[in-house]
């Protein structure tokens, strides 16, 4: 379970201040599907950056379970991020000069799997997106749509329980963003929690539950 508490993030501009987010709080209980919604600007990435550790709120507090994130130092929430949670970002970096295998086994390093341990999870997740023949392929001669299946391949890679996917079908055709959102789906159906940042309504109603941002504040919570 993620409970986000009472958030607030004010950003300086200037001599003036953005009030991101105001007074925001969520439960997401674990296996949820939930979708994040609202105009442009309604604080949406701001929370899944709050969320998931990458930042920290101006007020209030996040928790996994019963442990308070918003309290980790630096490396324990990179710690934390590593070991719990996958994210998926539409413009999601991938390492341009290094290969699809290699992009995908930067994850295990940084958490140290063993190199034959390594191997056997990156060579599941290429099967599992269609992806082997890509595997010496760099990074940066792939299609959008295959660039997108290493970004999601590389999410996973390390099993985390939770992931964000901030706009994941933004630069797809039809058919690649059908097949996203039938993989987060499925990853629920896995017992993983998933939390999914879009304008696109269509894709929000196939979510179990539509939380919907405007000028940084809550308006609805909604389950479908
Ligand atoms: N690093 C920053 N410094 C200053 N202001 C910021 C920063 N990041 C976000 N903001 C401001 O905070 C508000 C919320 O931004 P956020 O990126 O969360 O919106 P969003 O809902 O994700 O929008 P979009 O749908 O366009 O991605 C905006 O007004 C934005 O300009
Ligand atoms: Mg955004």
Do not use: W
């Amino acid at each position: 379970m993620i409970r986000i508490e009472h958030i607030s993030m004010d950003y300086p501009i200037g001599d003036s201040v953005c009030h991101a987010l105001q007074d925001v709080s969520i439960t997401i209980p674990d296996g949820q599907f939930i979708s994040i919604v609202g105009r442009s600007g309604s604080g949406k990435s701001t929370l899944l950056q709050i969320a998931s550790g990458l930042a920290v709120p101006t007020q209030g507090k996040v928790y996994y379970q019963d442990t308070c994130i918003s309290d980790f130092s630096k490396p324990l929430l990179a710690e934390h991020r590593s070991k719990t949670i996958g994210f998926i970002f539409h413009s999601f970096y991938l390492e341009p000069e290094y290969d699809v295998y290699t992009n995908i086994e930067i994850p295990l390093m940084i958490a140290g799997v063993p190199k034959a341990e390594r191997a056997a999870k990156i060579n599941a997740q290429l099967e599992r997106f269609d992806i082997k023949e890509k595997a010496n392929v760099k990074a940066k001669k792939l299609s959008g749509g295959e660039r997108q299946r290493v970004c999601i391949a590389r999410a996973l890679i390390n099993e985390p329980s939770v992931i964000f996917a901030d706009e994941p079908c933004g630069n797809l055709d039809g058919e690649n963003a059908e097949n996203v959102m039938n993989i987060l789906g499925q990853l629920t159906k896995e017992g993983k929690t998933v939390v999914l940042v879009t304008h696109d309504m269509e894709a929000a109603v196939r979510t179990q539950r539509i939380v919907r941002l405007q000028n940084g504040r809550l308006i609805s919570d909604e389950m479908l």
